[in-house]
């Protein structure tokens, strides 16, 4: 599954917002304060939104008022189309949510999915509720069996402020909404602290890198002990991409604590993980996270190049664009000219704020940027000389 557009209306800084075309690798470039972390918030808001309800996500954030866009009026709308293998065939889906409140009272106002069955046409709900009513289609599947002959499950959720997505989607006849709530429940949202990395773990188990990296010793270890090979290929990448690093390895202590050894090829002893640099102990992250035996099919990672050393931004940036290629999706925000240095013209959108709200472009649709990268100019270059800075493209 890949996020092909995204539309926003009066999500915070987003009055009105719609991406399309988005690549298998996405760059978004700003000045701080522009919207970037804002952007990212919406896959946060989704998630909370589903492992409780959208209430309480927007609480977490303030409440409906604090959410919604300053000066606005009407729902908060939320839109993200995906590509999805159905039957055999890849169908662009929709979710559409619009959330509403009248006082206290927080509500959906509508939740949908839908899809074409048929090469022409237009795109079926095959769910559709508001304010915790509606139905969806259980043998969406059938293609073969005309629009009416489909069958309908109606559905009454506990709450208006459910998403449909949460209850429906555990059940595997629901086929779309079953895909869509498994494409949620994966994807990851950085939110890295070094500090949390370098902590001490007591001994446990976890699969897969946390938000904040502070599981990164156990993570470690798992893969060491059930995916060797994989570990290797983290380890020889850690040798190529960090000068002097010769092992890295996860170490249960005599009182049953777990912690991350590093090997620096010109001593004898091994770092404990408190010892070594923020740069390494980010790209160690980074690696292990990029290397998942079970990857992410999204990843939103903020401002990577936070300690780590320049000349090692470009290595970073062909590390997510090999997970891009393998099948995966990653989002990057950014406003460093070395990594930005490292990506192509159709990778890249700059955000600007104008008036208290956000636009996003696209840079392979100025045509100055255009033609200058087309004369050898690099991108981050073009950044730092404030080419991106301008509120609408030329």
Known sequence: MKIHSIRLKNYKTFKNLDLTHIPPLAIFVGANGTGK??????????SDALTNNVRQALNKRGGFKEV???????LIEIELQFRLDIAGSNRLV??????????????????FLRYKRGQYGSPYHF??????????????????????????????LNSPDILAIKGLGQFERFKAASAFRNFIENWHVSDFHISEARSVKDAGYAEHLSPKGENLALVAQYIYENHPHVFQTILDKMKHRVPGIANVEAETTI??????????????????????????????????????PSPHPLLCIEEPENQLYPSLLEDLLEEF????????????????????????LEEVYWLVKKEGYTTVHRASEDEIIKALVAEGDKLGYLWRQSYFTQSDPQ
């Open 68 to 74: 919604r866009s300053r000066d606005s009026e009407g």
């Open 255 to 292: 009182d049953g604590r777990i912690v991350l050894k590093f090997q620096d090829g010109s001593f004898q002893d091994p770092f404990i993980a408190r010892y070594v640099s923020d740069g390494t102990i980010k790209m160690f992250a980074y690696l292990v996270l990029l290397h998942d």
């Open 321 to 344: 664009r090999l997970y891009a290629l393998k099948g995966g999706q990653v989002f990057v925000t950014s406003h460093d000219p070395d990594l930005i240095n490292g990506a192509k």
């Open 37 to 46: 972390s804002t952007l990212f918030d919406v896959f946060g808001f989704l």
């Open 94 to 111: 929709t979710y559409h949510l619009e959330i509403g409140a009248e006082g206290r009272d927080i509500f959906i106002e509508r939740e």
């Open 127 to 156: 769910l559709e509720f508001s304010r915790g009513k509606g139905y969806a289609i259980t043998n969406e599947e059938d293609f073969a069996k005309p629009d009416e002959e489909l069958e309908r499950e109606e559905q009454e």
